[in-house]
């Protein structure tokens, strides 16, 4: 660090240089450097006030007492008007224009959406992903026995909560009657059980 400030040509430059050290250490966010100088003033005189910063130039206590004392006066008549509008004004105070409230209803907007997305999204995701977890076993439009996965719903705007996995080439209209509303009742299923279903009905294996 001595070596840095020694070599540096101003404080700038030292500040520059301490910064990239730190970063060439391994440093690489909060690294904050504050420089001054302390300048050497010359000796004070024990009688006279201690000189400043800007060096026997200053003005001192005394002289800066007699600059004042030497100002004129403000004339009287000057002072009245101001002192009767100082009273006016007091006669006639005027209220502060009210705060806006735009940033406040911002605030409470954003707040309002927060809360809206921290309760959403969790319900959102945990219904996808039950919705992947889910299958039942319907009909295509050709009439087939089809696995699906997913919810037996269809949302507005054409929306579907499912999608076919299989097509079985079995025809609804071949398994008993008796057995048919039970097959086709979109009841949820594991994957396993579904698929046990309909390779069972395409093996002929599902009986009345």
Do not use: C, W
């Amino acid at each position: 660090v001595a070596a840095l400030l020694r070599g540096a040509a101003s404080l700038r430059h030292a500040g520059r240089a301490l910064v990239a050290a730190a970063n060439g250490a391994g440093g690489r966010d909060n690294n904050t450097v504050v420089l001054f100088r302390l300048e050497e003033v010359a000796e004070a005189d024990p009688v006279a006030d201690q000189p400043t910063t800007a060096g026997r130039t200053a003005l001192s206590t005394a002289e800066v007492r007699a600059a004042v004392a030497r100002t004129p006066a403000a004339p009287a008549q000057a002072a009245a008007p101001a002192r009767a509008e100082q009273q006016s004004r007091r006669l006639n105070p005027t209220r502060p224009a009210p705060a806006p409230q735009a940033p406040r209803r911002r605030r409470r907007r954003v707040m309002a959406f927060v809360v809206l997305a921290l309760i959403v999204i969790p319900l959102a995701f945990g219904a996808y992903i039950a919705n992947q977890a889910v299958y039942f076993v319907g009909t295509d439009d050709q009439g087939l026995v089809t696995l699906y996965r997913g919810l037996p719903y269809s949302l507005p705007a054409g929306i579907d909560l499912f999608k076919p996995t299989y097509v079985s080439g079995v025809p609804i209209l071949t398994v008993p009657a008796s057995r048919r509303k039970r097959l086709i009742d979109h009841q949820l299923r594991s994957h396993d059980d579904a698929s046990d279903l309909v390779r069972a009905l395409e093996l002929g294996r599902v009986a009345s």
